[in-house]
């Protein structure tokens, strides 16, 4: 294989992969927006995050974080629960972006109100757990909130 060959691979790998993390951050943005601009009150704040995950508190108590899975050229959306104080992370469920800027095949990437419709769902179990253990006044586990168990004990 001559340079040449190489750096004309290296180009299309450059803009491949530049063009997947624009993707990745269309979604992020589309998704804060989301998020503030919503008339729903769903409970979650802006936390700081890594430079490449976006991170929510949730009740003031969790954090939601959403991030590209590592590795590189990867198209896995990935979100997480974890303790207010990093104690635990537990994965609540995956997605996929591909190369046109699709999530999960089906939701653009630009259009905030079905990126947050599709957020929501990922992480319903959350929701679902919380409000099972208070309406039962049972403490919460990470687990639970990830569907990890079908009841509470």
């Given at each position: 294989m001559t340079i040449w060959e190489i750096s004309e691979k290296a180009d299309y790998?450059?803009?491949?992969h530049r063009r997947q993390q624009d993707?990745?951050?269309?979604?992020?943005?589309?998704l804060v927006q989301g998020i503030t601009l919503s008339k729903a009150r769903l409970h979650h704040a802006m936390s700081c995050a890594a430079e490449k995950d976006l991170c929510f508190v949730l009740f003031e108590?969790?954090?939601i974080s959403v991030t590209l899975a590592e590795g590189f050229n990867s198209h896995t959306?990935?979100?997480?629960?974890?303790?207010v104080d990093g104690s635990d992370k537990q994965l609540i469920a995956q997605a996929q972006l591909s190369a046109d800027g699709?999530?999960?095949?089906r939701i653009s990437n630009r259009d905030r109100e079905k990126v947050l419709?599709?957020?929501?769902?990922k992480i319903a179990s959350v929701y679902n757990g919380l409000?099972?253990?208070?309406?039962?006044d049972q403490p919460v586990?990470?687990?639970?909130?990830?569907?990890?168990?079908?009841?509470?004990a």
């Amino acid at each position: 294989m001559t340079i040449w060959e190489i750096s004309e691979k290296a180009d299309y790998i450059a803009d491949r992969h530049r063009r997947q993390q624009d993707h990745w951050h269309t979604y992020c943005n589309s998704l804060v927006q989301g998020i503030t601009l919503s008339k729903a009150r769903l409970h979650h704040a802006m936390s700081c995050a890594a430079e490449k995950d976006l991170c929510f508190v949730l009740f003031e108590h969790f954090h939601i974080s959403v991030t590209l899975a590592e590795g590189f050229n990867s198209h896995t959306i990935e979100y997480y629960v974890e303790s207010v104080d990093g104690s635990d992370k537990q994965l609540i469920a995956q997605a996929q972006l591909s190369a046109d800027g699709q999530v999960d095949g089906r939701i653009s990437n630009r259009d905030r109100e079905k990126v947050l419709e599709h957020y929501l769902e990922k992480i319903a179990s959350v929701y679902n757990g919380l409000y099972t253990a208070i309406e039962r006044d049972q403490p919460v586990s990470l687990p639970q909130l990830c569907g990890q168990q079908a009841q509470l004990a």
